[in-house]
Nanobody, 112 residues
C-alpha cells in the first residue's frame, strides 16, 4: 500500500526557513507527479505546489511563488518543499499527495 510520510515541520520566526520532506513507499515514485497542500486552522485545504514526475515543470500557488521551492530525489523516493521568507499566514499543516494518497501532515508554525 502507498505510504507518504511528511517531516521537517516546526516553529520558526517570521522571515525564517524550513525544509519539508515527503518520503514515499509502496508506489513507483518516479512515475508520478507530487503535490503539496496545506490547511490553516479554520480554513479549507489549499494546493500550493506540484512537481512533475521527472522534476520539471513545477507549479506554484501565487501565495507561495518566489518563496517556496519544490524538488524531488527519485532515487530516495522523496519530495522536498524548501520554504523561505516565511510569514505568519504560512502557519498550517502541510500535506503531500500522490494521486489520491495523502500523508498525515506536518505542522508548520510561523510566530515570533
Amino acid at each position: 500500500q502507498v505510504q507518504l510520510v511528511e517531516s521537517g515541520g516546526g516553529l520558526v520566526p517570521p522571515g525564517g526557513s524550513l525544509r519539508l520532506s515527503c518520503a514515499a513507499s509502496g508506489i513507483i515514485f518516479s512515475a508520478y507527479a507530487v503535490d503539496w497542500h496545506r490547511q490553516a486552522p479554520g480554513k479549507q485545504r489549499e494546493w500550493i505546489a506540484q512537481i512533475s514526475s521527472g522534476g520539471s515543470p513545477t507549479y506554484y500557488a501565487d501565495s507561495v511563488k518566489g518563496r517556496f521551492t519544490i524538488s524531488r530525489d527519485n532515487a530516495k523516493n522523496t519530495v522536498y518543499l524548501q520554504m523561505n521568507s516565511l510569514k505568519p499566514e504560512d502557519t498550517a499543516v502541510y500535506y503531500c499527495r500522490i494521486r489520491a494518497n495523502w500523508g498525515q501532515g506536518t505542522q508548520v508554525t510561523v510566530s515570533s
